[in-house]
């Protein structure tokens, strides 16, 4: 069975697709696309116009946790836990883990003015899941789903951490320790193309935000 991972270089629910690929050893394509210059052909494979896609059988499949479920039942052994109450639990931290991103990029656009509320707001987040974490990984020694999907969010603070010290994760020490050993995953660190920091720099320093204008005067940070 042939897997074909459609992917654009920054997105962080790419990485959350590839991090399953990885993890469950499934051997797979990927092609990198320009998302403000989609090929023609994509529309027809992403109704929604967003990566991830998988194509596999003659099919293809969109929205990044659809691909790591799907990924995960067609394969021996479960990222999930076994227990049904705790699954539905790390989904729902999944689901968190989105929303997440989705403040992260809220916090990278800000402009000066909303800047600190935006920081408040995505530093409450980790805060919110630091007391659901059991350490190292969410759930204690073993490496889940749950993982994958916030293991892309951790990976923002490395390009943020250059341009300063944000003290996004000051209160939060179990985070912390969740970041550093998701960094040393080998299947997470593959989970991004070479080059990724220099072009996550980039596309910080090329925001009309508060983060870009911390970026550009940041020394050596742009390529």
């Known amino acids: ?3 074909h991972l459609i992917s654009h270089h920054l997105c962080p629910y790419v990485q959350r697709a ?8 499934i051997r797979h394509a990927r092609t990198y696309i320009d998302l403000s210059a989609k090929p023609a052909w994509f529309p027809e494979v992403s109704p929604l116009g967003k990566v991830p896609v998988l ?4 099919r293809a499949l969109f929205e990044s946790q659809v691909i790591a479920e799907y990924l995960d039942e067609v394969t021996d052994g479960s990222l999930h836990p076994g227990d049904p109450l705790e699954r539905a639990r790390h989904r729902s931290w999944i689901a968190f883990a989105s929303e997440t991103l989705n403040a992260t990029g809220g916090f990278y656009s800000a402009s000066s003015g909303m ?3 935006k920081h408040a707001k ?4 980790f805060a919110r899941v630091e007391a659901e974490l059991r350490g190292p990984y969410f759930a204690g020694n073993q490496f889940h789903m749950v993982d994958a999907a916030w293991a ?5 603070l490395n390009v943020f951490d250059q341009i300063e010290d944000l003290n996004l994760l000051r209160n939060q020490p179990k985070c912390r320790e969740w ?9 997470v660190r593959q989970a991004v193309p070479e080059g990724y920091e220099e072009r996550l720099a980039e596309f910080l320093c090329n925001r009309s935000s ?3 204008r911390r970026a550009r005067s940041t020394p050596g940070l742009r390529p």
Request: zero cysteines; charged letters at 30%.
């Open 1 to 3: 069975m042939t897997y």
């Open 55 to 58: 194509q596999t059988q003659g």
């Open 152 to 156: 892309p969010v951790f990976r923002y």
């Open 210 to 212: 508060e983060l870009g």
């Open 122 to 125: 995505l530093s409450g987040m």
């Open 179 to 187: 970041r550093d050993i998701l960094a040393e995953r080998v299947t």
């Open 115 to 117: 800047f600190d509320e």
């Open 18 to 25: 590839v991090i399953v690929l990885e993890e469950k050893g």
